[in-house]
């Protein structure tokens, strides 16, 4: 799908870094709407319906993952986007559990961002055709990563695009012991302290993802990985 009939709602009390931001999305096709705080947020969303949500974390009015965790209860699926100044983990812990796909700290290349704005707007795209792949089974599950769904039975889960490549590796090591600085490595392509936290986070996603199958396990080993078990 073009970049054309995608709109982002972003919201940034930076004019001068909203502006260039804003320009930049728009020169490559995306259709932009950009507030200055957080007061009018949820009332621009329900009339703009926007494809994809970059929110700044420190904002008036309202902080941004006060609106993070509003329009999460609009629009459960919606990719979400942090950018912040902060640089503390926990401040990223925090963003996710407010229902943040990402998180990008200032200050940052454009380049990146839209790249990472991409990966996140291909959660909401519908396959115009049927995938290749038959998924891979995983416990009662099956798993398309290409299509970042999660299947059981009837029911289809939606999944991240971060949630996809982790458990692309998980999937690979059914039953084996998957060392956490090669995951780290592998997916954030950093293992640093900050990414680690992450990696935390998702964990207890993909445990949430996978809990109606009691017979698989995420076992956290120390100092080593996670041992991932399907019975």
């Not at 931001?21 to 020169?27: I, P």
């Not at 703009?48 to 609106?67: E, N, R, S, W, Y």
């Not at 290409?146 to 695009?161: A, F, H, M, N």
Request: overall charge neutral.
């Amino acid at each position: 799908m073009s970049p054309s009939f995608f709109k982002i709602l972003y919201v940034e009390d930076e004019q001068l870094l909203g502006r260039i931001v804003k320009d930049s999305l728009e020169s490559r096709g995306f259709r932009v709407l950009m507030l200055p705080d957080g007061k009018h947020v949820i009332e621009k969303f329900k009339e703009f319906q926007p494809d994809a949500c970059i929110l700044d974390v420190m904002l008036p009015h309202k902080d941004g993952f006060t609106v993070a965790q509003e329009i999460r209860e609009l629009a459960p699926k919606i990719p979400i986007l942090f950018l912040t100044a902060k640089t503390q983990a926990e401040d990223a812990v925090q963003g996710f559990q407010a229902g943040g796909n990402d998180y990008i700290r200032k200050p940052f290349s454009l380049e990146e961002l839209i790249a990472r704005i991409h990966n996140l707007l291909r959660l909401t795209q519908s396959p115009s055709s049927p995938s290749s792949d038959g998924g891979i089974s995983i416990g009662r599950y099956l798993f398309f990563p290409q299509r970042y769904e999660l299947r059981l039975g009837d029911q289809i889960k939606k999944i991240s695009y971060r949630e996809a490549e982790l458990l692309s590796i998980f999937a690979e090591n059914q039953n084996k012991i998957i060392n956490r600085q090669e995951i780290l490595l592998r997916v954030w392509h950093d293992d640093s302290f900050f990414n680690s936290r992450n990696l935390d986070v998702y964990i207890t996603r993909l445990r949430n993802l996978l809990k109606d199958d009691p017979c698989i396990q995420i076992i956290s080993i120390k100092n080593v990985g996670y041992h991932f078990l399907v019975g």
